[in-house]
């Protein structure tokens, strides 16, 4: 566990004391509850020294330059690698507390500044010593600008990446002396126990009602000064003092309006590994998610489920072929959007229906996208069920000797519906599970049904049949906890279908278990593989002068990244730097090896 607490104050001037105090807020979190070892977080703040050394001696806090940030990522970044060959995962929590500025970035000492594109490239060192989960909070000004640089970094399809802002790319960030109210209310719920996308949830409300708040009470002075104005008349000595207090109050109740319209910005990469894996993610009601899709290898399919107030999960949206290179790709499928209603608990379950991996997921707290993607489940065969968490609550405690349920394929399907438990010990004897193959695609000619078992009360032997299949009835020996995959062969489609599992086919020998997921999925390959010219960064389908201006772009101002990325990667070095456009450059220019080409034999390396 190591962490990076950044300050720059920029002079005594506007240094203000809750800089100190986020840092001081956040380090004491993460040491006392947490278990951050103090050596392993480096304090950069201000000159150097210490805003209490009873809790951080002056030993341990570093000036505010941008060297002595780049020595803390690159010590960082050995440790971590250090922790890889060791096979221990390593988790890196940055902070920027600071007066951010519009266009520039992170206020370091005096009048310099650290780009966002900067920052993404020092961090982009702590992803290529293997960081397994990343977080970063800005409560800065403009810190949203920093949170959308930092998407583009290259996960390496490896690192879990939590980042967010107290205030939007263009609005200011608020606190007082005793730091940010934002980064408190977060501080305040992870030490309650809540995961990391509620306590940012939470946070995000509570800086809302604080900015207005905070508003409203400018707004009543601003009141009373004009009621004095109006009763002294247009000629007293103290007209201009009002005056400038009635526009400063202006200025103020401008800016805490802009911040609440602004709202507070978050996003999370994270990397999905295994087949009915699903991760959290808490949007405002009113307001939207944005699903951004990478990786090679399958199809990119999910599932959104939404959590009801009681907990029980439903279906809301399946979406396939969501990576490029893959069989059913179509343009705009990599990105996705659900806009909230102002009803919803906010609480959203995105869940692996296939392969390996990322997806960028932007909270926002209001509707930007002109429309809500709709489900397109009808163009492949896969019916999953349940998240593989450990956990069987997302179905119900349901006792019958026999229960049939329909529609288990729709949007709008409550996960409820299911049993937890098959067998006679106190679950469904024998449960049947109905669909619909809406409609005929070769992803219904080749078929498992998969199942994850949480827990085995009592060994025997399951009959699984799906009567529609070409391979209809299957029994297996259920000996203990794990995954179980059944070959059914191609199923019947269009058409109508089930799922059965029977606990009693085999006296005395009847099997008790409580099931994690389970599904019926495709075992048709779905990946064709991207198409691109090495070189080529920005995808006009030729390698020149631009493609290096692009890489440059993202290199150092938070450009957009190649796409597909693997195009900007020039040197075969797995990376995209300042080195793949001075190979582009020389390819060009003075006759270099051509991209990808590191032997200069005419056979593309990577």
């Keep these: 566990k190591f962490g990076i607490l950044i300050s720059g104050g920029g002079d005594a001037a506007n240094n203000h004391p809750g800089f100190w105090e986020d840092i001081e807020n956040l380090y004491k979190h993460k040491v006392n509850n947490e278990n951050y070892c103090p050596q392993n977080v480096k304090v950069i703040y201000y000159e150097g020294n210490s805003g209490d050394t009873s809790v951080i001696p002056d030993s341990m806090v570093s000036s505010a330059t941008e060297a002595n940030i780049q020595a803390a990522h690159d010590e960082i970044a050995r440790k971590i690698a250090e922790c890889s060959r060791n096979s221990k995962d390593a988790t890196v929590q940055k902070m920027v507390s600071n007066h951010g500025e519009d266009g520039d970035g992170i206020v370091l000492l005096d009048t310099n500044y650290l780009t966002g594109g900067e920052l993404r490239e020092q961090q982009q060192k702590l992803i290529d010593s293997c960081c397994k989960y990343m977080y970063d909070e800005m409560t800065q000004c403009f810190g949203g600008q920093i949170t959308d640089s930092l998407k583009n970094l290259n996960d390496k399809n490896k690192t879990e990446i939590h980042a967010n802002s107290a205030a939007g790319s263009d609005a200011l960030g608020w606190g007082d002396g005793a730091g940010s109210p934002f980064l408190l209310k977060k501080i305040e719920r ?8 509620s306590a940012v949830d939470s946070a995000r409300s509570h800086y809302r009602r604080w900015l207005e708040a905070f508003r409203d009470t ?18 007293h000595p103290w007209i201009p003092w009002l005056d400038s207090l009635i526009a400063q109050d202006s200025s103020l109740i401008s800016d805490a309006d802009s911040s609440i319209s602004g709202g507070s910005p978050s996003w999370v990469r994270y990397q999905f590994k295994k087949y009915c894996d699903w991760k959290k993610v808490k949007v405002p009601p009113g307001g939207e998610i944005k699903l951004k899709f990478k ?10 489920y939404e ?27 990599d990105e996705r959007v659900h806009k909230v209603p102002e009803g919803s608990t906010g609480v959203f379950w995105i869940h692996n229906d296939n ?37 069987p609550l997302e179905f119900s405690e349901i006792i019958a000797p026999f229960y049939s349920v329909p529609g288990i394929h729709m949007d709008g399907f409550p996960l409820t519906e299911l049993p937890m438990m098959i067998g006679p010990c106190g679950g469904v004897e024998i449960f ?15 078929m498992e049904i998969y199942i994850n078992v949480l827990d085995v009360l009592q060994p025997g032997q399951l009959l699984v ?5 070409s391979i209809p009835d299957h029994i297996i020996d259920i000996t203990g906890p794990g995954e179980y995959t059944i070959p059914v062969g191609a199923v019947t489609a269009p058409g109508p279908g089930a799922i059965i599992f029977n606990a009693m086919e085999s006296p005395g020998m009847e099997p008790c278990i409580i099931l994690d997921s389970w599904a019926l ?5 779905t990946w064709e593989g991207p198409v691109y010219v090495c070189g080529d960064a920005n995808g006009d389908e030729g390698v020149n002068i631009s493609d290096a201006v692009w890489i440059i772009n993202y290199v150092f101002i938070g450009g957009d990244p190649p796409e597909p990325y693997e195009a900007g990667d020039a040197n075969c070095d797995g990376t995209v730097n300042v080195s793949d456009a001075v190979w582009v450059i020389n390819y060009v220019f003075i006759g270099g090896y051509s991209p990808c080409d590191t032997n200069g034999d005419g056979i593309p390396d990577c």
């Excluded at 400018?218 to 000629?235: F, I, L, W, Y």
């Excluded at 049947?432 to 080749?446: I, R, T, V």
């Excluded at 999925?521 to 390959?525: C, S």
């Design 432 to 446: 049947q599970g109905e669909f619909l193959a809406e409609d005929y695609n070769p992803w219904w000619d080749d």
């Design 307 to 333: 959590e009801q107030a009681d907990g029980s999960k439903t279906k809301v949206k399946k979406w396939n072929w969501n990576l490029p290179g893959s069989a059913g790709y179509e343009p705009g499928n």
């Design 295 to 304: 990786g090679e290898g399958g199809c990119g399919n999910v599932t959104l």
């Design 218 to 235: 400018v707004q009543a002075h601003k009141d009373r000064v004009e009621d004095v104005k109006d009763s002294v008349g247009p000629q």
């Design 465 to 469: 049949q799906c009567p529609s299949a």
């Design 355 to 391: 392969g390996q991996f990322s997806v960028t997921v932007d909270v926002s707290h209001k509707q930007s996208a002109e429309a809500d993607s709709p489900s397109n489940g009808i163009l492949f065969a896969n019916i999953s069920n349940g998240g593989n968490d450990g956990s």
């Design 521 to 525: 999925r495709t075992l048709v390959p």
């Design 190 to 197: 992870l030490a309650a126990g809540d995961d990391y996308e």
